[in-house]
């Protein structure tokens, strides 16, 4: 199926604890990165839990071509436990001009889901606003360790990173 419409192309997905985004210039720094996340729990801590972090999700796409007018988009990040149940929907609108090639979003997080030892998924998708069917242009996964310490107190826990909501608090950028 051919769309009529404009698509920007994804050029970085970044899953990491920190973003820092510099004033003056707009660069960004991405601070650990994940690839492994550690988990270890007390013995009656819940099957399904969010553990206790912030972390954010970057998503940088790109226009290769010019727009006839400014292109309105909405970008859609789904978390998906290692069961695949959908723990965060969070969509971010932005405008796409001609002033600028690249359009940054980023999601800030609080609470990643360790419900069991496996694999989250975070998609992304993106569609323009004027259409309806949501493209999905990566699928960034995050191993899960989840251990249990044998501490009465499910509020005593440790993480260690090793390697459909519209939130308006979170960063657009046009780059």
């Known amino acids: 199926?051919?769309?009529?419409?404009v698509m920007l192309r994804l050029i970085q997905?970044?899953?990491?604890?920190?973003?820092?985004?510099d004033a003056e210039g707009g660069s960004v720094s991405a601070i650990g990165m994940f690839e492994t996340l550690t988990a270890t729990l007390s013995k009656?801590?819940?099957?399904?839990?969010?553990?206790?972090?912030?972390w954010s999700v970057?998503?940088?796409?790109?226009?290769?071509?010019?727009?006839?007018?400014?292109?309105h988009f909405t970008q859609k990040i789904i978390v998906k436990s290692?069961?695949?149940?959908?723990?965060?929907i969070v969509e971010s609108?932005?405008?796409?001009?001609?002033?600028?090639y690249n359009f940054r979003n980023v999601v800030n997080f609080v609470g990643f889901?360790?419900?069991?030892?496996?694999?989250?998924?975070?998609?992304?998708y993106l569609k323009q606003q004027d259409q309806d069917e949501w493209i999905k242009h990566f699928s960034y996964p995050v191993n899960i360790i989840r251990t249990v310490e044998?501490?009465?107190?499910a509020s005593e826990t440790n993480a260690e990173n090793t390697g459909v909501v519209k939130n308006p608090n979170n960063s657009n950028q046009s780059v």
Request: aromatic share 8%.
């Open 1 to 5: 199926m051919i769309l009529d419409f």
């Open 13 to 21: 997905l970044i899953v990491c604890e920190k973003i820092i985004i």
């Open 44 to 54: 009656d801590a819940p099957e399904k839990i969010l553990f206790p972090m912030r």
């Open 58 to 71: 970057v998503g940088l796409w790109r226009r290769d071509s010019n727009f006839e007018k400014p292109a």
């Open 82 to 88: 290692p069961e695949n149940e959908e723990a965060f």
């Open 93 to 100: 609108d932005f405008e796409a001009k001609n002033e600028n």
């Open 113 to 124: 889901p360790v419900s069991t030892t496996g694999v989250v998924n975070i998609e992304i």
């Open 150 to 153: 044998d501490k009465p107190n």
